[in-house]
């Protein structure tokens, strides 16, 4: 093996300039694709992380049949006290969890004794809806982190409209499930910054607040958003949870709960599929250039090597050693491409994290890019060319391996 | 026993329309040891009689066997093996194989047709690169050598795996006289000191006569064979 792959090396720095345009190919693909992968995981994983941790949180659960409706948020389709009682001793004994916060949401109007609008609100804890999406506070732009009793947090857009600001009164009326209506009085104690998805434009008050002012007599529960100690383990917890409650149902045999993970609660799942299929076919490309590019150098190393093929074979070399001297060409000249792009890669992306470069994602601004790729990353995009390298000079190996040496030694 | 023993081997090929008949019926046999010629014009079927006896290509009619074995029974990759095990080539153009050095070109058979472990032949190649004068350049490639050390080292290259029999087509035809004379020369020694069978073929009359048999050919049929010291028809 030593010795095949001396003189694959020796062969391949035979046609320096054109190994060296070959391997500039294969390493220009992998550094696009490398730099690609990281700006656009971190781009994805940027947004995943502000939509599930300043909004969303990880997995939601919800009375059966609720989010069909989320649009008119409606309240007969609350959990009742003993469903959520229920619900949180099972949530309890859940070691993958690191938090969870019920959520009373509702509509209503929204008046600063001059004009009147409409609000969608979320009554929560503001401890537990801390701890399970810790953003929600540096959405904050003016006034108080906290949330205390008689207080609003008011998102931005409605603030600018209506005209309002930390520390006015305003006044929330609502309609509770039974069509009765009840206002209630509340100073801003902050203006909070849009977000894009849903749940992105809405105002917050305390938990307590909002029972009262939909004057329940009994804790009712909207939703219930749910944060993983591990943001991977999202999909496996999503699974178990979602079997473990549908063994809880109602005294007509019906499940009582549902359940959602993030990528079923935000249109931005779709964006961060399309550039995992942007990623694919990028992966693709490269594919085909160190394909092509191999495949074309291999051909025209075994053309202008035919009287060589002839006499290694002559003097006896076996057609599977002649094979493998060729495959381990195309091999050595993948790898050189990978890991020149690799190394590459590697201090562009670094360069690229040195820059904090920033961006803005729908109403969220001066988001900074830090890019960075996973060993998982650059392992799959290696291997994946030093395995298309290897196809693409087997075609070429296989025709040095299969020729008749007399033919080959009166080739001129 | 014979080591090449050929009875009425006959090959012909096509060119397009025309069949032509490079051997007829020829039969002869080469004792272990012996150190032949084969001579003849150009198109007198010298390299289609050595391509055959070096299992590069077979005949149309006939029995060829060498060392004892029926080559014609063996497909693609055992005459490779039989080639490697048994045979030794030197070629017209030498056929170095550029990208090694001397040294390396006359070790790859031990290593890539033989797979002797690498170091354990060394003292094999050693022994070789000085008996054909080449071990000063040992560590030259073939493109910083002249074409008689070429030669050389082809020479080198055939004995390295100790074949029983060593083919050599138009040996000489890309030397000058004197360095032609060289290499038979080193080719007799070398038959000699390995008792190494050898068969040549040439044009060249005065190469010719180093011969201890000469066969000669003309149109495909054998018409002559010559020993040194006597003669008698073939």
Not at chain 1, 106 to 111: A, E, I, N, P
Not at chain 2, 7 to 25: D, F, M, N, P, W
Not at chain 2, 29 to 43: C, K
């Amino acid at each position: 093996m030593g010795k095949l792959l001396k003189i694959a090396v020796r062969n391949l720095s035979r046609y320096k300039r054109r190994t060296l345009l070959t391997a500039s190919l294969i390493t220009l693909g992998v550094v696009f694709v490398l730099v690609f992968v990281s700006v656009s995981g971190s781009f994805k994983s940027m947004i995943i992380s502000q939509i599930t941790d300043s909004m969303l949180g990880h997995v939601q659960v919800h009375h059966r049949g609720y989010v069909a409706s989320i649009d008119n948020l409606p309240l007969n389709l609350n959990l009742p006290l003993p469903a959520w009682k229920r619900l949180e001793s099972i949530l309890g004994q859940q070691p993958p969890i690191e938090a969870y916060s019920p959520r009373v949401k509702f509509g209503g109007l929204f008046s600063n004794f001059a004009e009147t609008t409409n609000i969608r609100l979320n009554g929560v804890d503001p401890d537990r809806e801390f701890r399970t999406v810790p953003l929600l506070p540096s959405r904050v732009k003016t006034g108080k982190k906290t949330l205390g009793r008689g207080e609003i947090w008011v998102p931005e857009l409605l603030a600018r409209g209506m005209n309002v600001k930390v520390g006015d009164p305003v006044v929330i009326v609502a309609t509770n499930k039974d069509g009765s209506v009840n206002g209630k009085q509340f100073i801003v104690a902050a203006v909070l910054e849009s977000a894009t998805g849903p749940g992105g434009r809405d105002g917050y008050l305390h938990l307590e607040d909002a029972l009262e002012t939909l004057r329940m007599e009994a804790m009712e529960v909207s939703e219930v958003a749910i944060r993983l100690k591990n943001f991977r383990e999202a999909d496996s917890f999503f699974r178990r949870l979602e079997s473990l409650l549908a063994l809880e149902k109602s005294p007509q045999g019906i499940p009582i709960f549902e359940v959602h993970s993030w990528e079923k609660l935000t249109p931005f799942y779709n964006i961060a599929r399309m550039i995992e299929v942007m990623t694919f076919f990028i992966r693709l490309m490269l594919i085909a250039v160190v394909l092509i590019s191999i495949m074309n150098v291999m051909i025209m190393a075994v053309y202008e090597r035919i009287r060589e093929i002839g006499t290694i074979a002559a003097i006896g070399t076996l057609p599977g050693k002649i094979l493998s001297m060729f495959v381990l060409e195309g091999f050595c000249l993948g790898a050189i491409g990978v890991a020149l792009g690799n190394l590459l890669a590697l201090v562009i992306i670094w360069i690229l994290d040195l820059s904090r470069i920033t961006f803005d994602f729908g109403m969220q601004k001066d988001l900074v890019l830090s890019p960075t790729i996973s060993p998982a990353d650059l392992l799959v995009t290696s291997l994946m060319v030093v395995l298309v390298a290897v196809a693409a000079s087997l075609q070429p190996a296989v025709k040095a391996s299969r020729m008749e040496p007399i033919q080959a030694l009166r080739h001129v | 026993m014979s080591l090449v023993v050929a009875e009425k081997v006959s090959k012909e090929y096509r060119t397009g329309e025309v069949l032509i008949r490079a051997l007829r019926e020829v039969s002869f046999a080469i004792e272990p040891g012996s150190f032949v010629s084969f001579v003849g014009p150009s198109g007198s079927g010298k390299t289609t009689l050595l391509n055959l006896v070096g299992c590069l290509d077979k005949p149309t009619e006939g029995a060829l066997r060498i060392a004892g074995v029926n080559v014609l029974s063996l497909d693609r990759k055992a005459s490779a093996s039989f080639r490697g095990n048994h045979l030794g080539f030197i070629f017209q153009d030498f056929n170095l194989i550029p990208v090694l050095t001397v040294y390396e070109n006359v070790e790859y058979p031990l290593l890539m047709v033989r797979n002797t472990p690498p170091g354990e032949g060394e003292k094999r190649v050693m022994t070789l690169l000085e008996a054909v004068g080449m071990i000063a350049q040992k560590d030259k490639y073939p493109d910083q050598i002249s074409g008689g050390q070429k030669q050389r080292v082809a020479v080198a290259r055939a004995l390295v795996t100790h074949p029983k029999l060593v083919l050599a087509d138009e040996p000489t035809a890309n030397l000058d006289s004197k360095t032609a004379y060289t290499v038979i020369e080193l080719m007799k020694k070398m038959k000699d000191d390995l008792k190494t069978t050898f068969i040549f073929s040439t044009h060249d009359q005065k190469i010719v006569g180093e011969a201890e048999i000469i066969y000669t050919l003309a149109d495909g049929e054998l018409m002559d064979r010559q020993v040194k010291g006597g003669r008698k028809n073939g």
